[in-house]
């Protein structure tokens, strides 16, 4: 069975790193001075590569990268909108309802997506 780490590649680590310190609530582990690794609650792991060390970097053409954070309930969601932006997170678009689910959608410094949601029970 395979598993991933996700790894995005940032334009300034030092920002990015206090960033998602901030937004997980817990430190990375420095593997590099070019790369740190989160180690999150639910196994999995969320890498930062300063993106100017990449080797290949010419070679990447993607630009769209969505990081999607699963939450109990609605409430949830409202809060750490509220939490987020009050540390900084540029809030894309507050709190709403999608069919799939109520979100809301942020960005990080390097404008990767970030949303929050609570998926909608089937029937309501």
């Known amino acids: 069975m395979l598993d991933a780490t996700f790894i995005l590649y940032v ?3 030092d920002r990015s790193t206090r960033f998602y310190a901030q937004l ?14 989160f180690f999150l609650e ?6 930062l590569v300063a993106r100017e060390t990449v080797e ?3 070679a ?14 609605n409430a949830d969601v409202d809060r750490l909108h509220d939490e987020w932006a ?8 507050p ?22 949601f609570c998926r909608r029970v089937a029937g309501s």
């Open 11 to 13: 334009s300034d680590l």
């Open 24 to 37: 997980l609530q817990r430190s990375p582990v420095p593997f590099e001075p070019t790369f740190v690794m």
């Open 42 to 47: 639910s196994g999995a792991r969320l890498g």
């Open 56 to 58: 290949d970097s010419p």
């Open 60 to 73: 990447m053409t993607s630009q769209g990268f969505e990081l999607d954070f699963p939450v109990g309930d």
């Open 86 to 93: 009050g540390l900084g997170a540029v809030i894309v678009r």
């Open 95 to 116: 709190p709403h309802d999608m069919p799939f689910a109520y979100n809301f959608l942020a960005a990080d410094p390097d404008g990767h997506r970030l949303r929050v």
